[in-house]
């Protein structure tokens, strides 16, 4: 196997502006081809990428070449290998990669070898910021009262990760507490340009968390992936994406006095949904670009999933280099960024003649043009400018219930109930405000939008304005830095006699984690039937999302926030009704409490130094007194607990053995479940709450668990036995076998009993049976979750045969040992006539070396039937690992053999 690099010849110094020398780089430019000067700036960081990873078996001289002739390889679908510079990863989504990694360390050991060979072989930073919950609201030890109930529920978890930030090289854990993952990551993590042993390249990321894209503002690539994916790029495996689509998005002009970020990434969001951009980057650019702070960049690129791009890219220009001096970063760091991106064609310089870069297709926006506005009631796209959201409401309240509606009589839609809030009289009507918060990755990393709350709650103060004691206030920042700017202004005080205290440092309202309403709300909205709002600055307002008694969601902008919270409802005009009224009984508009463009600038100019950020992120690493105080055990293997229902070693690498298992056909197999069209992840993979008559509801109540206990499938994530019980027990799946009726369950066909599929799955287990599972087309689509292939793996699943699959959700099947197979066009278990009551066998050839990527392969049925699909093994590489068994068992093999 070839391990020199092809492009050896293109490595050059790299010299420092006052002599001496920075290190080597692998240079575009001395490529000579005209080609590379046109190609956009983002797909020139996978082109490095490519061209400094080219080892001719993992990364190809062909592969190099596809992304070089981009412009007319893009429109066809072809598949690149990437190698990310580094991988993100936040509490949810880290510990079972961090259960795998303590896994694959024993089974080094077992097999005799140095358990220590398993570290990352890249940087791996993890960021505890999904744990926090908003218990506690408008009161001074918020932030202590939520810590402490985080810790009670999670101190098994963050036990766990607190050992393995010792135990791995290459992994720092970020304890709770200190911001929200994206921010973090903007602030203090982002590197822009690495300089690892004298060689430099670009800065590249993929977390396991779909708002990574926050960093792409920063001019870093980065995006979100499943747990598989991260885990493969941890050990130093290619991931495998589809070379995308660039929409070159220009922008012009500024904007206008009043505007908010928020306002504009709304109309970003608006304009791009529209547009169509799924699984396409989008590259800003344009003489609008100099207008926008780097926070603003950053706020736009954060809602790429939601526009539906991989990436929302903004180049590294002056205005990246200024922030990055704010952050604390050092001169001579930001010399070399500087340096490296000039050298290599990738840094922006607006004072010279710009080469003008071949986009996929092309959007533009005056900024000029941007409005106040909000997005709502149940989705991020659907934008409502400020002055229309009065009678928009009103319209919501007619229409049928949908993404716009809600379907409440005419003659109900005015009604008042009274209810009683801690011995005063109180009243809710349709449209009121029960949640205000300041919260979310999006909003929270913008001085200026922060800020520009604060002067709006100053000036309500100084009118008499005040918020009903019954809506929940909140302020979770994303990061220290924030508290320290907003004292320095003097403003925090204004927010907190608004009910904004600051309530934790992390990932709150906008993942549903809001805490419960008070009582006496929560009963005068559920007797009611009272169509409640919750005004957010989040990303995300999907229905169930930011509350279960929250049936209309709002984004919004920070100051919009107060605002609202201070009219106390979402029907109403700000133009032309009054906000409130002050004490003489003068009439208070939004007009009279919202500062100018200048007012907050000056604001920020004054309070947001270098020195806060440096003051942060030096006290980040030193942990706070909670996390400091979990004793945990210093081994480098971890010492599993058998009675833990939160941590529990998986069985992958039971009875593993040094030689490959080869490649597996399969024999008489039943099939588990028959699918239509469009299964999703969220079908498939455990998420939300745990049923009360689950499989994973019955294993944990024979461990002694109370069901107000069971906490989420998420925060169990790092325990597959409650994984593998939560695997398609979605309560909206379809199965065909139980013709028509909808729910968890499948037919046992041997039997034709009715179990659940979990318990299905071990009787065929236990009979000696393999499965396969029967699919339509997008088999796998939605967030790419390590378990929707985890969890069928472990239920005993050795082929999917459908339509199409999801592209991740195909490689992660193949990453776990598990065929993907796809029926000829045109062809389905329909056309074919299955019903799922065959025993189906799949012939695959004994030796790796005699199947070929995409090639074709016959399925034969007990019932006679033949038919062929196509094996969708799409490389050589993917190969390899099924060879193994998994992606995971060829590392380990891998890491015995390699001789260094």
Same mark, same amino acid.
């Given at each position: 196997?070839a391990?020199?690099?092809?492009?050896?010849?293109?490595?050059?110094?790299?010299?420092?502006?006052g002599?001496?020398?920075?290190?080597?780089?692998?240079?575009?430019?001395?490529?000579?081809?005209?080609?590379?000067?046109k190609?956009?700036?983002?797909?020139?960081?996978?082109?490095e990428?490519?061209?400094r990873?080219?080892?001719e078996?993992?990364?190809?001289?062909?592969?190099?070449?596809?992304i070089?002739?981009?412009?007319?390889?893009?429109?066809?679908?072809?598949?690149?290998?990437?190698?990310?510079?580094?991988?993100?990863?936040?509490?949810?989504?880290?510990v079972?990669?961090?259960?795998?990694?303590?896994?694959?360390r024993?089974?080094?050991?077992k097999?005799?070898?140095?358990?220590?060979?398993?570290?990352?072989?890249?940087?791996v930073?993890?960021?505890?910021?999904?744990?926090?919950?908003?218990?506690v609201?408008?009161?001074?030890?918020?932030?202590?009262?939520?810590?402490?109930?985080e810790?009670?529920?999670?101190?098994?978890?963050?036990?766990?990760?607190?050992?393995?930030?010792?135990a791995?090289?290459?992994?720092?854990?970020?304890?709770?507490?200190?911001?929200?993952?994206?921010?973090?990551?903007?602030?203090?993590?982002?590197?822009?340009?690495?300089?690892?042993?004298?060689?430099?390249?670009p800065?590249?990321?993929?977390?396991t968390?779909?708002?990574?894209?926050m960093?792409?503002?920063?001019?870093?690539?980065?995006?979100?992936?499943g747990?598989?994916?991260a885990?493969?790029?941890?050990?130093?495996?290619?991931?495998?994406?589809?070379?995308?689509g660039v929409?070159?998005?220009?922008?012009?002009?500024?904007?206008?006095?009043?505007m908010?970020?928020t306002?504009?990434?709304?109309?970003?969001t608006?304009?791009?949904?529209?547009?169509?951009?799924?699984?396409?980057f989008?590259?800003?650019y344009?003489?609008g670009?100099?207008?926008?702070?780097?926070?603003?960049r950053?706020?736009?690129?954060?809602?790429?999933?939601?526009?539906?791009?991989?990436?929302?890219?903004?180049?590294?220009?002056?205005?990246?280099?200024?922030?990055?001096?704010?952050?604390?970063?050092?001169?001579?760091?930001?010399?070399?960024?500087?340096?490296?991106?000039?050298a290599?064609?990738m840094?922006?310089?607006?004072?010279?003649?710009?080469?003008?870069?071949?986009?996929?297709?092309?959007?533009?926006?005056?900024?000029?043009?941007?409005?106040?506005?909000?997005?709502?009631?149940?989705?991020?796209?659907?934008?409502?400018?400020?002055?229309e959201?009065?009678?928009?409401w009103h319209?919501?309240?007619?229409?049928?219930?949908?993404?716009?509606?809600?379907?409440v009589?005419?003659?109900?839609?005015?009604?008042?109930?009274?209810f009683?809030?801690h011995?005063?009289?109180?009243?809710?009507?349709?449209?009121?405000v029960?949640?205000?918060?300041?919260?979310?990755?999006?909003?929270?990393s913008?001085p200026?939008?922060?800020?520009?709350?604060?002067?709006?709650?100053?000036?309500?103060?100084?009118?008499?304005?005040?918020?009903?004691?019954w809506?929940?206030?909140?302020?979770?920042?994303?990061s220290g830095v924030?508290?320290k700017?907003?004292?320095?202004?003097g403003?925090?005080?204004?927010?907190n006699?608004?009910?904004?205290h600051?309530?934790?440092y992390g990932?709150?309202?906008?993942?549903g984690?809001?805490?419960?309403?008070?009582?006496a709300?929560?009963?005068?909205v559920?007797?009611?039937?009272?169509?409640?709002?919750?005004?957010?600055?989040?990303?995300r307002?999907f229905?169930?999302?930011?509350?279960?008694?929250?049936?209309?969601?709002?984004?919004?902008?920070?100051?919009?926030?107060?605002?609202?919270?201070?009219?106390g409802?979402?029907?109403i005009?700000?133009?032309?009704?009054?906000?409130?009224t002050?004490?003489?009984?003068?009439?208070?508009?939004f007009?009279?409490?919202?500062?100018?463009?200048?007012?907050?600038?000056?604001?920020?100019?004054?309070?947001?130094?270098?020195?806060?950020?440096?003051?942060?992120?030096?006290a980040?690493t030193?942990?706070?007194?909670?996390w400091?105080?979990?004793?945990v055990p210093?081994?480098?293997?971890?010492?599993?607990d058998?009675?833990?229902?939160?941590?529990?070693?998986?069985?992958?690498?039971?009875?593993?053995?040094?030689?490959p298992?080869?490649?597996?056909?399969v024999?008489?197999?039943y099939?588990?479940?028959?699918?239509?069209?469009?299964?999703?992840?969220?079908?498939?993979?455990?998420? @939300? %709450?745990?049923?009360?008559?689950?499989?994973a509801? $019955?294993?944990l !109540?024979?461990? *002694? =668990?109370?069901?107000?206990?069971?906490n989420?499938?998420?925060?169990?994530?790092?325990?597959?036995?409650?994984?593998?019980?939560g695997?398609?027990?979605?309560?909206?799946l379809?199965?065909?076998l139980?013709?028509?009726?909808?729910?968890?369950?499948?037919?046992?066909?041997?039997?034709?009993?009715?179990?659940?599929?979990?318990e299905?799955a071990?009787?065929?287990r236990?009979?000696?049976?393999?499965?396969?599972?029967?699919?339509?087309?997008?088999? @796998? %689509?939605?967030?790419?979750?390590?378990?929707?292939a $985890?969890?069928? !793996?472990?239920? *005993? =699943?050795?082929?999917v045969?459908a339509?199409?699959?999801?592209?991740?959700?195909?490689?992660?099947?193949?990453?776990?040992?598990?065929i993907?197979?796809?029926?000829?066009?045109?062809?389905?278990?329909?056309?074919?006539?299955?019903?799922?009551?065959?025993?189906?066998?799949?012939?695959?050839?004994?030796?790796?070396?005699?199947?070929?990527?995409?090639?074709?392969?016959?399925v034969?049925?007990?019932?006679?039937?033949?038919?062929t699909?196509?094996?969708?093994?799409?490389?050589?590489?993917?190969l390899?690992?099924?060879?193994?068994?998994?992606?995971?068992q060829?590392?380990?093999?891998?890491?015995?053999?390699?001789?260094?």
């Amino acid at each position: 196997m070839a391990t020199r690099n092809s492009f050896e010849s293109i490595l050059m110094p790299l010299s420092k502006p006052g002599g001496g020398e920075f290190g080597k780089y692998f240079s575009l430019p001395a490529l000579n081809d005209p080609r590379i000067d046109k190609l956009p700036y983002s797909i020139k960081i996978l082109l490095e990428s490519a061209i400094r990873n080219c080892d001719e078996f993992q990364v190809t001289a062909k592969d190099v070449e596809k992304i070089i002739d981009w412009e007319s390889t893009s429109p066809k679908q072809v598949e690149i290998p990437f190698k990310p510079a580094r991988v993100l990863l936040q509490d949810f989504t880290g510990v079972p990669a961090v259960v795998d990694l303590a896994c694959m360390r024993d089974a080094m050991n077992k097999l005799g070898s140095d358990s220590n060979k398993i570290n990352p072989l890249v940087p791996v930073d993890l960021v505890i910021d999904h744990s926090v919950q908003v218990d506690v609201a408008r009161s001074e030890n918020a932030v202590q009262a939520n810590m402490e109930h985080e810790f009670r529920r999670n101190q098994e978890r963050f036990g766990f990760l607190k050992w393995g930030s010792s135990a791995f090289r290459n992994m720092l854990v970020v304890p709770p507490g200190s911001g929200i993952v994206h921010q973090v990551n903007l602030e203090y993590l982002g590197r822009v340009v690495f300089n690892t042993g004298g060689i430099l390249y670009p800065d590249s990321v993929v977390g396991t968390d779909s708002h990574t894209t926050m960093i792409d503002g920063l001019g870093v690539a980065g995006w979100g992936v499943g747990g598989i994916e991260a885990e493969a790029a941890m050990l130093g495996q290619p991931m495998s994406m589809v070379l995308p689509g660039v929409v070159g998005f220009k922008l012009l002009g500024k904007l206008k006095n009043g505007m908010t970020a928020t306002d504009l990434v709304l109309t970003v969001t608006q304009m791009l949904r529209k547009h169509g951009v799924v699984g396409k980057f989008v590259e800003f650019y344009g003489e609008g670009m100099s207008e926008l702070s780097l926070a603003d960049r950053a706020t736009i690129a954060n809602m790429s999933p939601e526009y539906g791009a991989t990436m929302g890219f903004f180049p590294v220009d002056h205005v990246t280099l200024q922030y990055l001096k704010l952050t604390g970063r050092s001169d001579d760091t930001v010399s070399m960024i500087e340096s490296y991106l000039r050298a290599n064609k990738m840094f922006v310089d607006y004072s010279e003649p710009q080469t003008e870069k071949v986009y996929s297709s092309y959007l533009q926006l005056n900024l000029e043009d941007v409005e106040p506005c909000v997005s709502g009631p149940k989705r991020p796209h659907d934008r409502v400018p400020l002055k229309e959201m009065k009678e928009d409401w009103h319209s919501c309240l007619d229409s049928k219930v949908g993404f716009k509606g809600f379907a409440v009589p005419k003659e109900s839609q005015s009604k008042v109930v009274d209810f009683s809030f801690h011995g005063m009289p109180a009243q809710i009507k349709h449209g009121d405000v029960v949640i205000a918060a300041i919260t979310s990755c999006t909003n929270t990393s913008n001085p200026s939008v922060m800020l520009g709350a604060a002067l709006v709650a100053k000036k309500a103060c100084e009118l008499g304005l005040e918020v009903k004691p019954w809506i929940k206030t909140s302020l979770a920042p994303g990061s220290g830095v924030v508290t320290k700017y907003l004292e320095k202004s003097g403003l925090q005080k204004y927010l907190n006699h608004l009910g904004f205290h600051i309530v934790g440092y992390g990932c709150t309202t906008c993942i549903g984690n809001s805490g419960d309403l008070d009582e006496a709300v929560a009963t005068a909205v559920s007797e009611n039937d009272i169509v409640a709002a919750a005004v957010l600055s989040g990303n995300r307002n999907f229905e169930g999302r930011v509350h279960p008694l929250t049936r209309a969601n709002y984004l919004a902008s920070p100051p919009l926030v107060v605002a609202y919270a201070l009219a106390g409802t979402v029907d109403i005009d700000f133009n032309t009704e009054p906000i409130g009224t002050k004490k003489d009984g003068k009439k208070v508009f939004f007009r009279d409490i919202w500062p100018s463009n200048e007012e907050i600038a000056e604001v920020v100019q004054s309070s947001v130094l270098p020195d806060m950020f440096k003051a942060t992120y030096e006290a980040i690493t030193k942990g706070n007194p909670m996390w400091n105080q979990l004793s945990v055990p210093s081994g480098t293997l971890y010492d599993w607990d058998p009675k833990s229902t939160y941590i529990h070693e998986p069985p992958y690498f039971k009875n593993m053995t040094m030689s490959p298992p080869g490649p597996h056909g399969v024999q008489d197999a039943y099939c588990l479940l028959n699918f239509g069209d469009s299964i999703t992840t969220d079908h498939i993979s455990p998420a @939300g %709450s745990i049923h009360k008559d689950s499989p994973a509801a $019955k294993y944990l !109540m024979e461990r *002694g =668990v109370d069901r107000k206990d069971f906490n989420s499938y998420g925060s169990r994530r790092g325990n597959d036995e409650v994984m593998a019980r939560g695997t398609f027990a979605n309560i909206r799946l379809v199965n065909k076998l139980l013709e028509g009726e909808v729910g968890p369950k499948t037919i046992h066909i041997p039997t034709g009993e009715k179990l659940s599929v979990f318990e299905a799955a071990m009787r065929y287990r236990s009979e000696g049976h393999d499965t396969i599972v029967l699919a339509g087309a997008e088999y @796998g %689509s939605g967030s790419s979750r390590d378990w929707a292939a $985890k969890g069928p !793996m472990l239920l *005993g =699943v050795k082929a999917v045969i459908a339509k199409s699959f999801e592209r991740i959700h195909r490689s992660n099947l193949v990453g776990m040992g598990i065929i993907p197979l796809c029926f000829k066009p045109g062809e389905d278990a329909e056309t074919l006539g299955l019903t799922g009551h065959e025993r189906y066998s799949i012939d695959l050839p004994s030796s790796v070396s005699e199947i070929k990527p995409g090639q074709d392969v016959t399925v034969v049925t007990d019932s006679g039937k033949s038919f062929t699909c196509t094996a969708r093994f799409d490389t050589e590489v993917e190969l390899i690992y099924f060879d193994h068994g998994g992606i995971l068992q060829y590392v380990i093999r891998n890491l015995i053999n390699a001789k260094h």
